[in-house]
């Protein structure tokens, strides 16, 4: 009956391996089809679309590097997600700690207020949110997307990171009192490094969707200087001819840098979705 059941337990763990082996293949196909044509000339990629390259160029990068400016619309996305990252952070943090640790008269309405804010689309208040950039002379700045991508990031963050305020234990912040340790001191020193997997889920859930904003940079950003990269790709999309060869090329020069932020987040990342997923 033992040897039945490990039996058994074999082939149902080798079925689930096949399965994640499947799942993972029809995931990595899009991108490694990504990789093989971006080497390719246009002609090719409507010869052999799923074939190997005949002949391994790297005439689409150069071209796009240069046709496209893509080292300023790089260095311009770089500036703005990393800005609104670090502004999300420095403020959803302490409101999330305030609501998961904190009594206080305002604290069911607070959180209420930053559940709606999950529920509404920003794009819903998009022409006011225009007239406020105009009015405050930050069109065709970086400080118009880092600033409504912070508030846009605002309410799954403040949701996401309370939750895992709410789950460290109370005998950390009193030993800490008892030890002569001030409000301040508590939260930056002690919290919010228990909170890193939540930290790096909050920056991944929220970086990717700005990174390829093309929405918001066409609205703020009406001239080339501050331009990101998706919106600096548009010129590969001619009225009547499209250079697929450098377009292929674009996206994988732009998908590598959030390919090494995931690669370097992803320990935290996973833990953050295994505790959220526990935990609640």
Do not use: C
């Not at 991108?31 to 052999?48: D, G, N, Q, Y």
């Not at 609104?84 to 607070?110: D, E, H, Q």
């Not at 912040?173 to 790096?200: N, T």
């Amino acid at each position: 009956m033992l040897g039945a059941g490990a039996g058994q337990s074999a082939w149902r763990r080798a079925a689930v391996y096949v399965l994640l082996a499947l799942l993972a293949a029809v995931f990595l196909y899009p991108i490694v089809l990504m990789v093989l044509t971006a080497f390719k000339t246009t002609p090719e990629i409507f010869r052999s679309p799923f074939g190997l390259p005949e002949e391994w160029t790297t005439r689409g990068f150069r071209t796009a590097w240069d046709r496209a400016h893509f080292g300023l619309y790089l260095r311009n996305s770089l500036l703005i997600t990393g800005s609104s990252a670090v502004l999300l952070l420095l403020t959803a943090a302490p409101a999330a700690y305030a609501l998961a640790r904190y009594t206080f008269r305002l604290r069911g309405p607070l959180f209420l207020f930053f559940l709606a804010g999950i529920m509404i689309p920003i794009r819903l208040g998009i022409l006011p949110l225009y007239i406020l950039m105009r009015d405050l002379g930050l069109i065709d700045t970086p400080f118009s997307l880092i600033l409504t991508y912070t508030a846009s990031g605002m309410p799954m963050s403040v949701f996401l990171l309370s939750v895992f305020f709410r789950n460290l234990p109370r005998e950390l912040e009193d030993a800490a009192r008892i030890d002569g340790a001030g409000e301040q001191g508590i939260f930056w020193r002690i919290m919010l490094p228990l909170v890193r997997p939540g930290l790096a889920t909050v920056v991944i859930v929220n970086v990717v969707p700005w990174w390829n904003d093309f929405f918001f940079p066409l609205l703020f950003l009406p001239s080339p200087t501050w331009r990101t990269i998706p919106l600096g790709m548009q010129i590969f999309f001619g009225q009547h001819l499209i250079d697929w060869s450098l377009v292929f090329s674009g996206m994988l020069l732009a998908s590598l840098p959030l390919l090494v932020i995931y690669v370097l987040m992803s320990r935290q990342f996973i833990a953050g979705l295994t505790a959220g997923a526990v935990k609640g």
